[in-house]
C-alpha cells in the first residue's frame, strides 16, 4: 500500500473506533456552557489581569507577575503538574519617545517605537521626511533619501499584506542612506492610536530608529509632500535592548485516564506589548483557555487523553516560549495530538483551522474530514466551522516538526482597530463572548480527548 493510502486507511479506521456517544457529549458540552455562563470566570481572570498587572512585555516585571498569578489560579484549580518551564526572551525597553513636526507647521506627533528599535543619538534627531507608498517607490528614489527620515504611508489592505512595512521598513530605508523610518501604523482605523509591533533590522546596513506615526499625522504629511511643503521633525527615541532576561512559559493539565501519555494542548500567549492592557492580544486567549480546563476539571469530566494547557511567553518579539516548548519537549512531539492555539481576539470562535504541514493535499482533506466526524455533531450548536488553515505563532515551531496544530479564529470584527495599541484595553472585551468561547474551546478539547481520532 503506498504512504498516501496508508493514511487514507489510518484516518478512516480511527473514525471507526470507539467514540464518546453523542448523546454524553451534548450533555457534557451543555453543562459546560451553563457553568461558563454562570462563573464568568474567564471574564474574572481577565479583569484582574489587565487591571492589577496590566501590559505584560517579555523581560518586565508585569510579565513576571503574571507568570507567578497564572500559576496561582490554577493550582487553586485543582488542576495537575502545574509549573513555570524557564525560557530566555529578550528585553528591550521603550523608554521616553516623543515626535515634533517643525514645517511646514509645528505640531507634536503621537509615536511608538516598534520593537526592536534603537535610540536616536543623545538630544534626538532632526532631519527633512521623504513619505513614500512602498518600496518600489522607496527604491526608485534610492540615495535622495539620505540623510532623511523615510516615512512609509502604506494603506491597511490586510495585516499580512501591510505589516511587513513595519517588519522590514527600517532595514529598507536605512539600505539608502536614510537616518530614521517611520511607518503608518498597520491598523483600518485610528483615534490618533499608534500601533506598535516587532520590527528586524538587515545586518548588512545600519540599525536606524524607527517608529509608527498615526494614521492621522501619516496621511497629513502626505498631503504636505503632495504640495510641494517641505517637511522636518524632531524624533527622540530612548530604546534599548538589554540582555536576554528569564521568564517562563506556565503549564497545567488534566491527566488523562486511559491514555495519559497522549496530549490535546490548549494555549494562548500571556506576554503583550508594552501599551494598553493586552486584553485582546493575547490576555483573552489565555483566560479561554485556563477557563477551559478549569470548567472541565470543575464539573468532574474525565478525559481519556490529557489535556495540557500552556500560557506561552514572548510571542511578541521573539517567538521563544515556542521554541523552548519545542526543544524540551521534543522526545514527547509524536504523542501530542493537536496543539490548540487562541490568538486572535475575544469575539466569539467562528472558526477552528487545522494546520498539518508534514501531509499533502488528499491526506490533509481526509483528516479534516476525520475531525468533523469526531467533533463536528458536538459542535454545531456553538455555530463553528471546520477547516485547512494556519494555526497560530506560538504553536508553530512544534507543528513544524509533525504536530497536529488547530488555530481557534474569532470573529475579529474589531480586532486589528485596536491591536497593539493604547487601545487594547478590558472594556473592549464582551463577558458573555468570553464565557461562550471559553465553553466551545472546552467543548471541542473534551470530546477530542474523548475520540481516538489522530492525524498522523
Do not use: C
Given at each position: 500500500m503506498n504512504p498516501s493510502r496508508a493514511l487514507l486507511a489510518c484516518f478512516f479506521a480511527a473514525n471507526l473506533a470507539a467514540q464518546a456517544s453523542p448523546e454524553s457529549l451534548r450533555t457534557a458540552s451543555e453543562r459546560l456552557k451553563a457553568e461558563a455562563i454562570r462563573t464568568q470566570g474567564a471574564y474574572a481572570d481577565l479583569a484582574w489581569l489587565c487591571d492589577r498587572i496590566g501590559h505584560r512585555l517579555a523581560g518586565s516585571p508585569q510579565l513576571d507577575q503574571a507568570i507567578a498569578w497564572a500559576q496561582e489560579r490554577l493550582k487553586a484549580a485543582g488542576l495537575?503538574?502545574?509549573?513555570?518551564?524557564?525560557?530566555?526572551?529578550?528585553?528591550?525597553?521603550?523608554?521616553?519617545?516623543?515626535?515634533?513636526?517643525?514645517?511646514?507647521?509645528t505640531r507634536p506627533l503621537n509615536i511608538l517605537g516598534l520593537g526592536g528599535s534603537v535610540g536616536t543619538p543623545e538630544g534626538g534627531l532632526t532631519a527633512d521626511v521623504v513619505v513614500v507608498g512602498s518600496?518600489?517607490?522607496?527604491?526608485?528614489?534610492?540615495?535622495?533619501?539620505?540623510?532623511?527620515?523615510?516615512?512609509?504611508?502604506?494603506?491597511?489592505?490586510?495585516?499580512?499584506?501591510t505589516v511587513i512595512y513595519r517588519f522590514s521598513g527600517a532595514a529598507k530605508a536605512a539600505k539608502h542612506g536614510a537616518v530614521a523610518a517611520l511607518v503608518r501604523s498597520v491598523g483600518p482605523v485610528s483615534l490618533d492610536t499608534p500601533h506598535t509591533g516587532m520590527m528586524e533590522y538587515d545586518p548588512a546596513f545600519p540599525k536606524i530608529p524607527t517608529a509608527a506615526v498615526t494614521i492621522e499625522a501619516s496621511t497629513q504629511m502626505r498631503r504636505m509632500q503632495q504640495r510641494g511643503e517641505r517637511i522636518r521633525l524632531?524624533?527622540?527615541?530612548?530604546?534599548?535592548?538589554?540582555?536576554?532576561?528569564p521568564s517562563a512559559n506556565v503549564v497545567a493539565e488534566i491527566r488523562g485516564s486511559e491514555k495519559p501519555e497522549e496530549v490535546v494542548i490548549l494555549s494562548g500567549h500571556l506576554d503583550s506589548w508594552d501599551v494598553g492592557q493586552g486584553a485582546q492580544d493575547d490576555g483573552a486567549g489565555s483566560v479561554i483557555a485556563m477557563e477551559a480546563l478549569r470548567l472541565i476539571q470543575n464539573l468532574g469530566l474525565k478525559p481519556r487523553r490529557t489535556l495540557r494547557l500552556v500560557l506561552w511567553t514572548n510571542e511578541e518579539n521573539g517567538l521563544r516560549g515556542g521554541l523552548a516548548y519545542r526543544d524540551a519537549h521534543r522526545a514527547e512531539l509524536r504523542n501530542i495530538v493537536a496543539a490548540v492555539e487562541s490568538d486572535s481576539g475575544s469575539e466569539?470562535?467562528?472558526s477552528f483551522h487545522l494546520d498539518l504541514r508534514q501531509l499533502g493535499a488528499e491526506a490533509k482533506a481526509s483528516a479534516l474530514a476525520s475531525l468533523k466526524g469526531a467533533v463536528g455533531g458536538v459542535m454545531s450548536p456553538f455555530g463553528v466551522?471546520?477547516?485547512?488553515?494556519?494555526?497560530?505563532?506560538?504553536?508553530?515551531?512544534?507543528?513544524?516538526?509533525?504536530?497536529?496544530?488547530?488555530?481557534?479564529?474569532?470573529?475579529?470584527?474589531?480586532?486589528f482597530d485596536i491591536h497593539h495599541t493604547q487601545a487594547d484595553t478590558l472594556d473592549k472585551v464582551d463577558k458573555d463572548d468570553l464565557a461562550f468561547n471559553a465553553a466551545a474551546l472546552a467543548t471541542f478539547a473534551y470530546a477530542l480527548a474523548q475520540s481516538e481520532v489522530g492525524f498522523r
Open positions: 495537575a503538574n502545574v509549573h513555570a518551564e524557564p525560557v530566555l526572551v529578550p528585553h528591550w525597553v521603550r523608554g521616553k519617545e516623543s515626535a515634533q513636526l517643525l514645517l511646514p507647521a518600496f518600489d517607490e522607496l527604491d526608485r528614489l534610492g540615495t535622495a533619501v539620505k540623510g532623511k527620515i523615510v516615512l512609509f504611508d502604506v494603506p491597511y489592505t490586510g495585516y499580512g499584506p524632531r524624533l527622540e527615541m530612548e530604546a534599548k535592548t538589554l540582555p536576554d532576561a466569539r470562535v467562528v466551522t471546520f477547516q485547512l488553515g494556519g494555526s497560530g505563532a506560538d504553536v508553530g515551531p512544534i507543528v513544524d516538526e509533525g504536530v497536529p496544530g488547530l488555530g481557534m479564529e474569532h470573529a475579529g470584527t474589531h480586532y
